[in-house]
């Protein structure tokens, strides 16, 4: 079910209604959180030199119908242009170039005297957009932008995702007073931004219905084209036919009959020679059309345990061909034991139901550092590397993951990281590992 998140007020006082599964945000949450924990957070201190090219763009701005989207047109390019390679050398002087867009985008807002609830929406939403842009990237996916992103520098949270449609959802309640925020997300949302519905079985149809929503409430509030095409016509004077009325009238039906005719037959042949190319080509289809290619659902595991990166659970590496989820044995399992922390096991259920939902095969592997264990139930490292290995791929199995698909290593401390002769490398030896091959 579609998010009813467009709602007219003299319709509906609710403007957001959450879909099936989940909960209303309360009303300190959303759009009175991503902006009011802006304010709350010191001013980010923006030093842009007052050149030409900045008087420009304040003009233009000013003049503008929508001035927020004048300020915001070059970091909108941004999302639409998003390059899809980029060599790593590049890629922090990349999102030093975006960052110093957004900065130079809050000191022509405020020097213009826009609104500031809707300067820091916007800010919001156009950090949210850039950062999942850059994270399905194939140079993004490495992990470099997690730890980096636009939304962490400028508001201190990366659950954009979420909150942009709960911001959506507050501002449509009174669609007049906030239309020129709505309208730059509408046009997010048309350069590709999908958020939480990206890991949703009908997300794209959804997404399409919020955007058809907001064209309509747009278009709705733009001025009425004047019904009069030519204002200032005037009709013809009646005194300049007189001099056509000497002429005979079958003279002037014969002159009109002849332009017609020849027009026709004109018209005719050129007509005969357009339908013979459009035959040629009708006849040209099928002939060398290759069979449409069979969609294929792509992994998202970045993008669906962003949160769980963010707070350093977790590390994920993806790539067109394979996923691969690596997580720290000491906050995984109880020391020295095969059991899951029961706080890890509702992220390993959200991961297996997305890899549930494509092919390929499954590799759990579990590792040790170097220190030696010796007890009855485990009396190697090798033993309980598999143990743990095998105890992750139950709760694969339990998260909907077809247990033929999965295969459990247990490799000890034979395949380190880092160095076991410090303690902190010992911590990244102790691991386990999800490898999904598509």
């Known amino acids: 079910m579609t998010d009813d998140i ?34 709350r957070r010191e001013d980010i201190k923006v030093v842009v030199e007052d050149g030409p090219d900045m008087k420009l763009r304040l003009a233009e701005i000013t003049a503008a ?82 730890g980096k992103s636009l939304l962490v520098t400028f508001h201190g949270e990366s659950e954009g995702g979420i909150k942009l449609f709960q911001i959506i959802g507050r501002l449509a309640s009174s669609f007049q007073e906030h239309s020129d925020v709505l309208e730059i997300i509408y046009h997010i949302l048309g350069l590709g931004f999908e958020g939480r519905y990206s890991v949703r079985p009908d997300g794209r149809k959804q997404l399409d219905d919020i955007r058809q929503q907001l064209l309509t409430q747009l278009v709705q509030r733009r001025d009425p084209v004047t019904p009069t095409l030519s204002p200032g016509f005037t009709g013809a004077v009646s005194g300049r036919m007189r001099r056509m009325r000497r002429v005979p009238v079958w003279l002037s039906a014969g002159i009109a009959l002849l332009v017609m005719l020849t027009l026709f037959g004109l018209y005719s042949h050129r007509m005969n020679l357009a339908t013979l190319t459009v035959q040629q080509h009708i006849d040209a289809i099928g002939k060398h059309l290759s069979p449409p290619p069979i969609p294929v659902h792509k992994l998202r595991l970045k993008i669906l345990l962003a949160n769980e990166i963010a707070r350093g659970l977790l590390t994920v590496e993806e790539d067109d061909h394979h996923s691969r989820v690596i997580f720290r ?21 959200k991961a297996a139901r997305e890899i549930a939902r494509v092919g390929g ?14 007890s009855a139930e485990f009396p190697s490292n090798q033993v309980l590397s598999e143990k743990r290995a095998a105890e992750v791929a139950s ?8 247990a033929s698909r999965i295969r459990v290593v247990g490799k000890g401390d034979t395949a380190p990281v880092a160095d076991n002769s410090t303690k902190t490398g010992r911590a990244q030896n102790r691991r386990v590992e999800i490898l999904v091959v598509e």
């Open 6 to 39: 467009l709602t007219h007020p003299a319709m509906n006082t609710q403007p957001f209604q959450p879909s099936v599964g989940e909960t209303k945000p309360p009303d300190n949450e959303g759009y009175d959180i991503a902006i009011q924990d802006s304010l």
């Open 65 to 146: 119908a929508n001035p927020l989207l004048a300020a915001a047109s070059p970091l909108l390019c941004a999302l639409a242009q998003m390059p899809r390679e980029l060599a790593p050398a590049f890629v922090e002087h990349y999102r030093a170039l975006l960052e110093r867009e957004v900065r130079r985008y809050q000191t022509l807002c405020d020097q213009a005297n826009l609104r500031r609830e809707h300067v820091l929406a916007v800010r919001y939403c156009l950090c949210t957009s850039l950062d999942e842009a850059a994270n399905n990237t194939t140079w993004g996916r490495r992990g470099v932008w997690a």
């Open 329 to 349: 044995g000491d906050t995984m399992f109880i020391p020295g034991q095969k059991t899951v922390n029961d706080a890890l096991r509702p992220v390993i259920d």
């Open 361 to 374: 095969a499954v590799t759990v592997t579990g590792h040790t550092d170097s220190q030696p264990i010796h």
């Open 395 to 402: 709760l694969l199995t339990s998260g909907g993951v077809s």
